[in-house]
């Protein structure tokens, strides 16, 4: 069974920066690519970053680019969300995801995905 545990969340000021991280479980880890979803209070869960398999292309929600970086480590089953230049709209609890085998779109929907961490909070105060 995969399992997915996020770490690095908590409360951060506007301008600041944060590290998530993902452990996840099992021998398959490299096969597939990973991402990143964030769900604010009141609002649906949307996507954030995603990764390849081999981390050569990374792919990110147009409200994040240039500030969040995606990265993964194939030898420690992890991946990470680098988060730079913080504002207060990132507070959401942000969720790591295994990404489909199957090619198409990196930009998933929450529907494309099959296994979910519990999540981790960022709070960012104005």
């Known amino acids: 069974q995969v399992q997915l545990v996020e770490s690095g969340g908590g409360l951060v000021q506007a301008g600041g920066s944060l590290r998530l991280s993902c452990a996840v479980s099992?021998?398959?880890?490299?096969?597939?690519?990973m991402g990143w979803f964030r769900q604010a209070p009141g609002k649906e869960r949307e996507f954030v970053a995603a990764?390849?398999?081999?981390?050569?292309?990374?792919y990110y929600a147009d409200s994040v680019k240039g500030r969040f970086a995606i990265s993964r480590d194939n030898a420690k089953n992890t991946v990470y969300l680098q988060m730079n230049s913080l504002k207060p709209d990132d507070t959401a609890v942000y969720y790591c995801?295994?990404?489909?085998?199957?090619?198409?779109?990196?930009?998933?929907?929450?529907?494309?995905?099959?296994?979910w961490g519990k999540g981790t909070l960022v709070t960012v105060s104005s």
């Open positions: 995801a295994r990404g489909p085998a199957s090619g198409g779109s990196y930009h998933y929907s929450p529907s494309d995905i099959a296994y």
């Open positions: 099992g021998r398959t880890f490299s096969s597939y690519p």
């Open positions: 990764i390849t398999w081999s981390g050569s292309g990374t």
